[in-house]
């Protein structure tokens, strides 16, 4: 019989991991995650909701920062206004240099699928070059970013494609279950599977050669739970060494 977590399970890797991804999404592993962020990423503010909407001059910086980034799809004004609206936009800003926006992520609805479940895709993840882990003032803000989206939205159904590998480590860090395209809701996948010829070599994205190889697809702990917990890949080229 399969229950939920046992006790004796916990001898199992693959359960502890689970359990921590329960917990580092849950608001007792998030709230002190979230306080020490005022520690590692020094003067940075994360702005969302009503608050956003007194920094209208967010949406060309983050406009801007989309055009010029080859992993991330352009975005428009209009969109951007329309997801803050929605509280679907995080924002980070820089409060010791006039709230210059240093990084932002997102959730963009994708619809509904068969069984007339929202889904949502999280994207437009960045960081100001200066700002990221490798830059000059190595801080963990993307962390930062992807802990709250992922806790404020535990209720949603999410998804997140990369081709970038350091956005699959760090959707691995906060606890994403890589699962494989054909495991997504026939409607949820062909919402996402989007790309252009350019990129893919094919017209028909349902049958994209990069799937499952250099582009992955991940959702959330509770995401994972709600869609049948469909079998987790693991991948020897993407899993860092410990
Ligand atoms: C993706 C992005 C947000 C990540 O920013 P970042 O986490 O600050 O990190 P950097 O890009 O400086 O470096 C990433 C490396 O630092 C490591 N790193 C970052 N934070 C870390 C942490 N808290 N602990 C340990 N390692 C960390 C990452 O694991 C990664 O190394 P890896 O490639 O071996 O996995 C940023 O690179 C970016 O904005 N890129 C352009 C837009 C883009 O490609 N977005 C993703 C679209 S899917």
Known sequence: MHGGIMIPSLFNPQTRKDLLAVFQTSSLGTTPANLFDTFRTPGIQ???????????WWIPQVVDATQNEEHLLTKTSLELRTVADQHHIIIAVDTRLNYLV?????????GRDEQDRDWFELGTLWVHPDYRYHGSRHMPIADALYRRILSENQSKNILATTTNLAAIHLGMRHGMQMISYASLPKKTHKATCVCPFEKTGTHNNMKCPLKNQSCRVRVPFPTWQRVGKPERSIDSRITKPS
């Open 102 to 110: 240093v990084g932002c992520i997102a959730l963009w609805h994708l």
């Open 46 to 56: 994360y702005l969302s909701g009503s608050a956003l909407k007194r920094f209208a």
